[in-house]
């Protein structure tokens, strides 16, 4: 089995239709530190768990959205617009 | 009366050296310790049996004709020392150096073959691109014709290249350690690890805890939630990859035979089944189960070099969890961070045919302090630097 990710737009469908985009995080601002931008770039969770990543549903309506998901199971728990 | 590959044995309060992962990493890190180095007091841990990992989980193919200047001699002298295995631990592990085709079906991906053949003859590796006639004439059974949607240029041809028994690997080091008094305690789950003063002190386990001299994180997939136990960050990310064996037929390939342009590669083994490899899944997990998306994708690139073996049953089909680098090229060396936790993790889709190699290296840094030249460019500290090795040959991946 594969898993169901709910989009936003256009509910339940298959993972496959999405594009990952990776782990939620905070991109650093212009003029911040080399250290901010080295620990954004490449310093991951990695989480075995629940986490808030980001998808992209790309043979759909081409909206990015946000999803929390058991990375264990693949269990996805939420999806939603990020603010 | 049987000979016991390996003794179980009871948890000791305090070790020089302490691994955790049993896998091929951990196993051929503890023999060289051991054989090389003279040091005695090495537990390897495992959360589940010796090779439940990736170890058991790749499809065994071993080759040396990667890309970079810093890849091609790590993975030569890997092979070699698989070349030698069967001596060195009297114990035979199968090794079928039957030869290894990588194709190519598009105009850049033809130019990757041809750098990787200068690279390798430059660096004393054995390979060269050959065209569709002498691809047919090594492979009778694959389809070369323009009527392909991707038709098939050329291959790179690696004589040296070939599959063993990966499991045989795993219980020869296993074995060859257990003689060396080298404790190996599966089923032994580290769940964290107390570390003051920048020193890595004490593992805990599901079995006790342990004092460690040394600490060496190889747990492949799981890697980040074990350097997280010590604060040490990974540039990390895990994502599973699936493989699946068919059923069995009459012997008609005898190359390993693989496709970066259709994300698959092939071989037969002794027993006539096909095992067949896919690409990472797209999306980051831990899980290991396989799923039906993947198991399409296999098998229509699979009927895409060999139309003939549509029908043919599918008997199992499995996972593994990888740990993907931003450069396709391994974390080994002392963490920063922690001054006695070593690691040799992100390994990704090309641990395997590393493992003897890395555990040689691995075991001469903990034991000497000294990084040796082989894995200088392959350092936890080359991400802050900004000196990415970009090893574009894995496998595994799209080019």
């Known amino acids: 089995m594969s898993f169901l990710l709910a989009c936003p737009e256009c509910g339940e469908r298959s993972a496959y239709e999405f594009r990952f985009g990776g782990e939620v995080k905070s991109r650093p601002q212009q003029g911040d530190s080399e250290e901010a931008w080295f620990q954004y770039i490449y310093t991951k969770t990695n989480e ?10 790309r043979n759909g309506c081409r909206k ?6 058991d990375t264990r199971t693949n269990t996805v728990i939420a999806t939603w617009y990020p603010e | ?13 305090s070790y020089d050296v302490v691994i955790i992962g049993a896998g091929i990493h951990g196993l051929a890190t503890a023999y060289y310790l051991g054989k090389r180095h003279g040091v005695k007091k090495i537990a390897l841990l495992d959360k589940g049996y010796l090779g439940s990992g990736n170890s058991g989980r790749n499809t065994a193919i071993l080759r040396s004709n990667y890309r970079t ?7 030569d002298a890997s092979v070699k020392l698989y070349e030698q295995m069967s001596q060195e631990l009297g114990w035979n592990v199968l090794f079928s150096q039957c030869g290894h085709l990588t194709l190519a079906h598009t105009d850049s991906s033809l130019i990757g073959l041809r750098v990787r053949a200068e690279n390798n003859q430059v660096l004393g590796v054995d390979s060269k691109l050959i065209f569709p006639d002498e691809i047919k004439r090594m ?31 795993v219980w020869g080091y296993a074995r060859a350690c257990d003689r060396m008094d080298i404790e190996i305690h599966p089923y032994t789950e580290v769940t964290g690890i107390r570390v003051e003063k920048g020193r890595a002190l004490c593992v805990a386990t599901t079995r006790g805890n342990v004092a460690a001299g040394a600490v060496l994180n190889v747990t492949a997939g799981w890697a980040s939630t074990i350097s997280k136990m010590a604060g040490v960050p990974l540039p990390i990310v895990s994502h599973q990859l699936q493989a699946c064996v068919t059923e069995p037929l009459k012997p008609f390939l005898d190359k390993v035979i693989v496709s970066a342009t259709l994300h698959v590669y092939v071989n037969q083994t002794d027993k006539g089944e096909l095992v067949l490899g896919a690409e990472i899944d797209p999306y980051q997990s831990y899980s290991m189960r396989s799923t039906l998306p993947t198991l399409e994708q296999i098998a229509g690139h699979t009927l895409d070099l060999f139309p003939q073996l549509h029908g043919l049953r599918v008997l199992r089909q499995w996972a593994g969890v990888c740990d993907m680098t931003p450069d396709y090229a391994p974390i080994i060396g002392r963490a920063e961070e922690v001054e006695n936790f070593y690691m040799d993790v992100g390994w990704g889709t090309y641990g395997f045919k590393a493992g003897p190699i890395a555990g040689q290296c691995t075991a ?3 034991a000497t302090g000294k990084t040796p030249a082989l894995i200088q460019a392959f350092s936890p500290g080359r991400f802050r630097a900004g000196r990415l090795v970009g090893e574009k040959a894995a496998a595994a991946v799209s080019s």
């Open chain 1, 64 to 69: 990015w959205f946000q999803a929390l998901r």
């Open chain 2, 1 to 13: 009366m049987t000979e016991r590959m390996w003794r179980p044995r009871s948890l000791q309060s």
């Open chain 2, 139 to 169: 492979v009778p059974a694959i389809d070369i014709s323009s009527r392909a949607r991707f038709p098939i240029m050329a291959a790179l041809y690696h004589p040296p290249g070939g599959v063993i028994r990966h499991d045989a690997v």
């Open chain 2, 69 to 75: 200047p810093e890849g091609i001699p790590f993975y």
């Open chain 1, 48 to 57: 075995a768990g629940e986490q808030e990543e980001w998808w992209f549903h």
């Open chain 2, 364 to 366: 001469e840094l903990i």
